[in-house]
T-cell receptor, first 117, second 113 residues
Framework: KAGVTQTPRYLIKTRGQQVTLSCSPI?????VSWYQQTPGQGLQFLFE???????NKGNFPGRFSGRQFSNSRSEMNVSTLELGDSALYLC????????????????FGPGTRLTVL | GESVGLHLPTLSVQEGDNSIINCAYS??????FIWYKQESGKGPQFIID?????DKRQGQRVTVLLNKTVKHLSLQIAATQPGDSAVYFC????????????FGQGTELSVKP
């Protein structure tokens, strides 16, 4: 079974531009989460989607947004890019979020390396 | 605030020795814990997880121990190999926060041949 795939793998943008990153989850997985990884802040949660609905959101400004499609593929968008947005953006998928007390294992993709100049 | 921290940022071991990577968490409501391994240029790779109703779980060459009393998590790697060299992250989850994982800062494991 193929793993989580992310495109593009590398991206260079300039300040003020906007960017869209794509994530395809493992087949059959319905939940997708996004994380930002930087040397200074480590891995930080951005948001989580399930059944095309945002289920959870981290502490990031409104410039960061996302969506999920009916086939569970997800995109995230960053508008008005800032230098500090340079990071590795990671997508993780899980089978489904339980409404109860059990969380499913999240499997990560290779990430998209975004550089903002 | 909530946080997951690691005691040691770097760990160097001899090939064949056992490795122990530690992690402290601060939120007593956390009920699911995961260890990930991240190699350079790659995304985090799932190693092993444990739920709060357990205090020990074993996988292939790895064991995770959970001490809820002192809010401590550890990853033990038996017979450490050069391929184990990577950064290891612990992460915690609180079920009423959905799939949100809170990650520690990571420990870099270096295995000397």
């Amino acid at each position: 079974k193929a793993g989580v795939t992310q495109t593009p793998r590398y991206l260079i943008k300039t300040r003020g531009q906007q960017v869209t990153l794509s994530c395809s989850p493992i087949s059959g997985h319905r939940s997708v989460s996004w994380y930002q990884q930087t040397p200074g802040q480590g891995l930080q949660f951005l948001f989580e989607y399930f059944s095309e609905t945002q289920r959870n959101k981290g502490n990031f400004p409104g410039r960061f947004s996302g969506r999920q499609f009916s086939n569970s593929r997800s995109e995230m968008n960053v508008s008005t890019l800032e230098l500090g947005d340079s990071a590795l953006y990671l997508c993780a998928s899980s089978l489904h979020p339980s409404g109860g007390r059990v969380t499913d294992t999240q499997y990560f993709g290779p990430g998209t390396r975004l550089t903002v100049l | 605030g909530e946080s997951v921290g690691l005691h040691l940022p770097t760990l160097s071991v001899q090939e064949g020795d056992n490795s122990i990577i530690n992690c402290a968490y601060s939120n007593s409501a956390s009920d699911y814990f995961i260890w990930y391994k991240q190699e350079s240029g790659k995304g985090p790779q799932f190693i092993i997880d444990i739920r709060s109703n357990m205090d020990k779980r074993q996988g292939q060459r790895v064991t995770v121990l959970l001490n809820k009393t002192v809010k401590h998590l550890s990853l033990q790697i038996a017979a450490t190999q050069p391929g184990d060299s990577a950064v290891y992250f612990c992460a915690e989850n609180i079920d009423n926060q959905g799939g949100k994982l809170i990650f520690g800062q990571g420990t870099e494991l270096s295995v000397k041949p």
